[in-house]
């Protein structure tokens, strides 16, 4: 099992207890067409900044693979409960984590369901990390919806 699994299974054992995350089960309806930011490669090592969370919700959209990575940054200006979707058309198998705001994943979401969610509540100010990857060998294109509640 590769050092990526292992760490991804990790923080699944730690992080399943979370209120708040889950899957949330298929509709069958493609995700919309995203309306902020589209994923801009290279952001697998150098996270893509999405600018500081407020009021509304963003939207980001992209396409992943086993051999793809994105990672994006996103400024919480306030103490916020963090939405986070993923959704996705296919049937691959995507994930996404979220880190502290010291950059450590600490929150994986990997239920298998489209879309994944989680609700991460009572998040300090500072950025925020959010990566997006797949189990899956085949491209999926995806939308990654990011905001307070």
Do not use: K
Not at 37 to 64: H, K, M, R
Request: with cysteine.
């Amino acid at each position: 099992m590769s050092g990526r699994r292992l760490l991804a299974l990790g923080l699944v054992l730690g992080a399943g207890w979370l209120a708040g995350c889950s899957g949330g089960g298929d509709d069958g309806v493609s995700p919309p067409p995203p309306t902020d930011y589209v994923d801009a490669e290279p952001n697998d090592f150098t996270a893509q900044s999405i600018g500081a969370l407020d009021s509304t919700d963003i939207t980001v959209g992209g396409t992943t693979s086993d051999a793809d990575v994105d990672l994006y940054r996103i400024n919480l200006t306030a103490a916020t409960a963090l939405f986070v979707q993923l959704d996705w058309s296919g049937g691959q198998d995507l994930e996404f984590a979220v880190s502290d705001d010291q950059g450590v994943f600490v929150t994986l979401v990997d239920t298998g369901a489209n879309p994944e969610i989680c609700t991460l509540p009572g998040l300090g100010p500072g950025d925020r990390l959010i990566r997006v990857d797949s189990r899956s060998s085949s491209p999926a294109s995806y939308v990654l919806t990011i905001g307070p509640r």
